[in-house]
Structure formats: C-alpha cells, structure tokens
C-alpha cells in the first residue's frame, strides 16, 4: 500500500490563527482526501482534492475555512484558518488504491493533531 | 444517504475472550464494507474489507462477513490479546468513506 506522511504530526495553536497541514505519498494518486476526527468521535470527509483542479467539498465545510492545495499527484495540503477551539481535531488525508469504485480501497495517513487554545 | 451504525461502546473484555463488534449499514446500491482500526495516538489502518455481498474479509485472527441480507458486517475474533486494545470503525463507500461512531476496545490481561 502507499506510505503516507503528514506534517506536522501535532500542532498547539491560538486562536485566529492559520495553520497549514502537508500530505505526501511516495505513489502518484489521482485523488486524495482530508477528514477530520473530533475528540471522541468518527471522521468526517472535509473535501476531495483533484490535482490540477478545485478540491471539492462536503457538506458543512467550505473553502474559506478549509483552503486546499494539490500542486502535483503526490502532495496536497490542507489549511485550518481562522481556527477557533472547535478545529480542536484530528486531521487525516487519505488516497485509494486498487481501482476504482467497488475495487478501491482508503489507506490513511498517521493524522496531525491541533489542538487549539 | 449512506449511513454505518455500530455497538456502542466501549467493550471491555478479559484477554482471550470471544469479540462481536456488531455493525450495520444502509447504502444506495452495494457499496464495500471495511474495518479500520485506530490504535492508541496512531492513525487508521486498514484491517480488513469486503467487496460483495457474501465475501470474508480476514486479517489477524479477525473475521468480518458481508451480509446483505441483513445489512451486516459484524467483527468477529475468537481469541482476543491485549494488543487488540483499540478503536474499530465500520466503514462503506469507495472513494468517499462513511463511518460508523467507532468503538473503542480495551482487553485486559
């Protein structure tokens, strides 16, 4: 499977603050993905980021706040901005591998944890 | 929409106990079904999946079903380890994964 590293791997921010999160995959993808894990709770898709296109982005999350880069097929990052103590969260990117639709399979980075004060 | 419910928990049991994770699904067509599995300050990994209906998903003495007569894809170990001491989430979808609450395990010695 694709070994994927994030930076940083933790984070302690203020608020108001921005803070930038880089993926990196040792395999060209076509796709990569940014969810996100509240204290206690399962992961929520952010977005899908396209190489050379708009990232797309789920419901309740938008591009202000989630600004997404995916300058080539094997990085992408994600930037938390204007953070307030609710983006006190884990953030994981993910890329598929194995075909697509039913064939496709998610492997996730190691995550960064924010935590915001 | 697609949606992934599983037992809540947290589940504790002694070490080399019998574990059911139940979990169950509803989905527009038939999408794969997957167990991941967080350990303690670590990301997801993948334990196992399955494509279609019918099909065993295996990895590490544990065992998942897909069944889509009952919408189920239950985790199953017949002899669990302090190590398997985790969170475990359901998931289905492809690309764009759908998670269930997670359910967090612990084993003791």
């Known amino acids: 499977s694709a070994v994927i590293s994030q930076k940083p791997s933790r984070d302690i921010c203020q608020r108001g603050t921005s803070l930038t999160i880089q993926c990196q995959v040792d395999?060209?993808?076509?796709?990569m993905f940014w969810y996100r894990q509240q204290p206690g709770q399962s992961l929520t898709l952010i977005a899908t980021?396209?190489?050379?296109?708009?990232?797309?982005?789920e419901s309740g999350f938008v591009i202000d706040k989630f600004p997404i880069s995916r300058p080539n097929l094997t990085f992408s990052t994600l930037t938390v901005s204007n953070m307030s103590p609710e983006d006190s969260s884990i953030y994981l990117c993910?890329?598929?591998?194995?075909?697509?639709?039913?064939?496709?399979?998610?492997?996730f980075g190691p995550g960064t944890r924010l935590l915001v004060l | 929409g697609d949606s992934v419910t599983q037992m809540e928990g947290p589940v504790t049991l002694s070490e080399e106990a019998f574990l059911t994770i139940n979990c169950t699904y509803t989905?527009?067509?038939?999408?794969?079904l997957f167990w991941y599995v967080q350990y303690p300050g670590e990301g997801l990994q993948l334990l196992l999946k399955?494509?279609?209906?019918?099909d065993k998903g295996s990895n590490k003495g544990f065992e998942a079903t897909y069944r889509k007569e009952t919408t189920s894809f239950h985790l199953e170990k017949g002899s669990v380890q302090v190590s398997d001491s985790a969170v475990y989430f359901c998931?289905?979808?492809?690309?764009?994964?759908?998670f269930g609450q997670g359910t967090r395990l612990t084993i003791n010695p």
């Open positions: 395999s060209q993808v076509t796709m």
């Open positions: 980021a396209n190489q050379g296109s708009e990232a797309t982005y």
């Open positions: 399955a494509t279609k209906a019918d």
């Open positions: 998931a289905l979808g492809a690309q764009k994964l759908v």
């Open positions: 989905a527009t067509g038939y999408p794969s």
């Open positions: 993910s890329v598929g591998e194995g075909g697509t639709g039913r064939g496709e399979t998610q492997y």
